[in-house]
């Protein structure tokens, strides 16, 4: 048996008539096309245009090396392609290392630290101003015989 919100999504994402394809978009199909989606966009990332794909990770550029590959970003990957039984390889440049990835976290985590601990104390200060007249009597005397 269907809940009445689920049979209210099926109707409502129903393809209108004049539409040539008649069949609902239900949850699971929409859930399965952004994970073929997902995957897609991870594959494509990993292989060129051409064909190549990268046989190396990120890294940062040897100190004498500053044109070619090195040039835009100072990092490279190598790229291998396989075509016709020879194999081609060659250097292009590349966004980040994984220290890079690994410092970009560890900052999202900072702030995302930083967020939660500023929403904590603006929520403890509210939770004081919208006590009680007994919880304030309370709290007051909490405080003055502890000495905070």
């Not at 069949?23 to 966009?41: D, H, I, Q």
């Not at 040897?62 to 590959?69: D, I, K, W």
């Not at 016709?84 to 560890?106: I, K, P």
Request: hydrophobic share 35%.
């Amino acid at each position: 048996r269907q809940s009445p919100g689920r049979r209210w999504f099926r109707r409502r994402a129903a393809a209108p008539a004049s539409s040539p394809s008649t069949t609902p978009m239900t949850p699971r199909r929409l859930v399965a096309s952004c994970a073929v989606v997902g995957v897609l966009l991870l594959c494509a990332r990993h292989v060129s245009a051409d064909g190549c794909a990268a046989s190396s990770l990120c890294e940062l550029c040897p100190a004498h090396l500053e044109s070619g590959a090195c040039a835009a970003t100072g990092r490279r990957v190598q790229m291998t392609c396989r075509r016709a039984g020879t194999e081609r390889s060659y250097f292009v440049s590349c966004a980040n290392t994984a220290y890079d990835e690994q410092l970009q976290f560890l900052s999202f985590e900072c702030w995302t630290l930083a967020v939660g601990a500023i929403a904590f104390l603006v929520a403890q200060r509210r939770k004081r101003h919208h006590l009680s007249l007994y919880d304030q009597r309370s709290f007051s005397s909490y405080h003055h015989d502890t000495g905070l």
